[in-house]
């Protein structure tokens, strides 16, 4: 079972950046595809983006596009999300999912075989 760690939250101002990372612990990640999600206390977990996985297809949704970037390197078995002019209401709980038979429906959380813990982002004004 691959085992999923995210990294790099935490506060960031306003209009800021800042840089997600997810290790997964073995090898077979490069045949994932993966994504992110994020989710705040009371509400749906919601997509981010996601990457095929040989990083040539990605997806986003309507709310980080333009914004956020998601890239992968399989050398090192990580995941990125890249999120630039970031805004109050990205504040939320941010996971990393891998799908392990690269389906179609990438934007749907139950798509996806393995989560990681989640990391926190809080975006203040």
């Known amino acids: 079972q691959v085992q999923l760690a995210e990294s790099g939250g935490g506060l960031v101002q306003a209009g800021g950046s800042m840089r997600l990372s997810c290790a997964a612990s073995e090898s077979a990640f490069s045949s994932y595809a993966m994504g992110w999600f994020r989710q705040v206390p009371g509400k749906a977990r919601e997509f981010v983006a996601a990457?095929?996985?040989?990083?040539?297809?990605?997806y986003y949704a309507d709310s980080v596009k333009g914004r956020f970037v998601i890239s992968r390197n399989n050398g090192k078995n990580t995941v990125y999300l890249q999120m630039n002019s970031l805004k109050p209401e990205d504040t939320a709980n941010y996971y990393c999912?891998?799908?392990?038979?690269?389906?179609?429906?990438?934007?749907?959380?139950?798509?996806?075989?393995?989560w990681g813990q989640g990391t926190q982002v809080t975006v203040f004004s």
């Open positions: 999912a891998a799908d392990r038979f690269g389906s179609s429906r990438l934007h749907e959380d139950a798509t996806y075989d393995y």
């Open positions: 990457v095929s996985w040989t990083g040539g297809s990605t």
